[in-house]
């Protein structure tokens, strides 16, 4: 008996302990769509035409924006807008970046990235530019 009654126990704590990964992904997901539609986020892809990562990175992108709907999103190509990379102080193709309306800045990723590495550090740097507290998971 008490074998049984430790076994149901296990399995309402992995139950709980699902629901609540659940439900903390799903906040994500729901935090990524509201950023994605609103204008006060934006992302940037810097690329260089010939880059192999970059070649890449640029379809990854576009299939992310695509996916969650982002509105504002610009690709820049430094060889054409070196200036942009000077100001961004981007260090090397491809890489991401999170702006805020209000002027804040964000590297998202540097390098290849795919898609839930972009998803995450977009995450991370919503919390950061926010300070809202990050929901944990068990």
């Given at each position: 008996m008490n074998r049984t009654v430790l076994i149901i126990g296990l399995l309402i704590l992995q139950y709980l302990i699902s629901a609540d990964y659940t439900f903390a992904q799903e906040q994500k997901s729901d935090i990524i769509r509201n950023m994605a539609a609103d204008e006060y986020f934006g992302l940037i892809l810097f690329y260089k035409t010939g880059c192999g990562p970059c070649n890449e990175q640029y379809p990854v992108f576009q299939d992310?924006?695509?996916?969650?709907?982002w509105k504002p999103f610009k690709t820049i190509d430094v060889q054409d807008n070196p200036w942009a990379a000077v100001k961004f102080e981007v260090e090397t193709v491809p890489e991401i970046w999170l702006?805020?309306?209000d002027g804040k800045i964000i590297r998202i990723s540097s390098g290849f990235a795919p898609p839930d590495l972009i998803r995450n550090n977009i995450l991370s740097a919503y919390y950061t530019i926010t300070g809202v507290s990050e929901p944990e998971t068990h």
């Open positions: 992310f924006v695509r996916f969650n709907h702006v805020t309306e």
